[in-house]
């Protein structure tokens, strides 16, 4: 069976990089039927942040990534990694290292000074073993550093890069007990994997340059190593690596800001992936993204963290979700800004309706922000700033303002058709064209007038909401006023 884990360190908020590791692994243990594995690596005592694994929690809740089991916490379980690290002395595979911080830092900067890469000098693995005892007799302090082959190479196919070379030589001899008995992360994941028979380890590529200590761990152990498979970075647009002083990087940070959960699991599932055939078809649910999803299928090179993008799908998933809810549309859209109307505004409900259908899109995506989008209509009355009306790019001045309101003001007082947006328009066109202005010249005026605002929706749908009696009010003050 396929078994699949997410073990994030609790050392701050679930960045999207980690997200979409989490979906990943999800994602491939639900389209096999396998299981999904939460855990904690919590080892790291000094980075770890309070509160942090509960945030981890509620994030994945949050976004529908329901695991299996879990949450295993490391911390908890510091007693098997340190019965496998003297497993690990036992076998020769691990020794201990007495080397105290002064020593470890000399010789950093010696090789620093040199161009050298860091790497232990392997001076504890040297030590002769009276001089070891005497050591450990007088309880010196010690971690176990595992003991890589001074030659050969490891090398393995990952899911996503394909053949993947190192060679011993160039790797260092990692800790992987600390001196007060914690693991460190290598000791701490490779244990855990094993125990919790994970078959496939799908993380990001930052982890690349840890496999080959890892697959070392398992061969030592007689272990049977899992697949591997290391996801592209993460980039913004600038194709640098995704980082905070570019935008938000903690999820939490988006489903804050309104975020849908469905909308960013669609994108960051679309960060370095798609399921092929149509390009172009890009929103797909959860289970959708479940019968889809293929670990051959993402992309090799980093992948761009398009917010716009994610606006978009954003829109889009607010849309389906309103679309899909059972009911009257306006009813619905009405039932989602509600709240934040003020209650004088609902007496004539119908008129409420029609104000809320001419900024339909903008509820959808900011519910909150209603009362704002649809106050012009609720005005008394308001002052038609004239150098707003008088537009130069519009051609239009005073005069031109003039005649367009009188002309359309003329041409609805005979005119009944006032639900029909179409009718409006093709009656008001005939309003251009008998005045012999641009259609701007004309239509500016009148939606000014109407609206007292520069920017609002469009002057059919306006008059179609005001309705005629109170358009031709607006229409006839803002003309006496000019
Ligand atoms: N604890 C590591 C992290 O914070 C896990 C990396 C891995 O998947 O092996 O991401």
Known sequence: MIRTRFPPSPTGFLHVGGLRTALY????????????????????????VPGATENLI????????DYDEGPY?????????????????????????????????????????????????????????AEKEKLIAAQTPFVIRQKIPASGEVAWNDLVRGDVTFQCETIDDQILLKSDGFPTYHLANVVDDHLMEITHVIR????????????LLYRALGWKQPEFGHLPLLLNKDRTKLSKRQGDVAVEDYRKKGYLPEAVINFIALLGWHPG???????????????????????????IFDLEKLDWMNWQWRRRKFEAQQGDHEEKLLKLCDEFLPTEWKTNKEFLKRCLRTVEEKILQRPSETKQYIEFYFKESFDVPVDLIANPKMKVDLSTAKTALSGVIEALESF???????????????????????????????????????????????????????????????????
């Open 204 to 215: 990001g590529e930052e982890w690349l340059s840890s496999t080959p200590k890892h697959i």
């Open 277 to 303: 055939g149509d390009e172009t078809n890009e929103i797909f649910s959860l289970v959708e993204l479940i019968e889809k999803f293929s670990i051959e299928k993402v992309h090799k090179g980093g992948a």
């Open 25 to 48: 692994n999800y994602l491939y243990a639900r389209k096999h039927g396998g299981k999904f594995v939460f855990r904690i690596e919590d080892t790291d005592r000094a980075r770890a």
């Open 416 to 482: 009944e058709k006032f639900d029909n947006q179409e009718a409006l328009k093709t009656h008001l066109l005939e309003v251009v064209a008998k005045l012999g202005l641009k259609n701007g010249q004309v239509f500016w005026p009148t939606r000014v007038a109407l609206t007292g605002e520069q920017f609002s929706p469009g002057v059919f749908e306006v008059l179609w909401a005001l309705g005629k009696e109170m358009a031709i009010e607006r229409l006839k003050k803002a003309l006496k006023n000019l």
């Open 73 to 129: 916490i490391q911390s908890q379980r510091t007693d098997l990694y340190k019965k496998y690290a003297d497993e690990l002395l036992k076998l020769g595979a691990a020794y201990q290292c007495f080397c105290t911080a002064e020593r470890l830092e000399k010789m950093r900067n010696e090789q620093e000074a040199h161009k050298l890469a860091p790497k232990y000098d392997r001076h504890c693995l040297k030590l002769p073993a």
């Open 58 to 65: 509620e994030t994945l809740q949050w976004a529908g990534l």
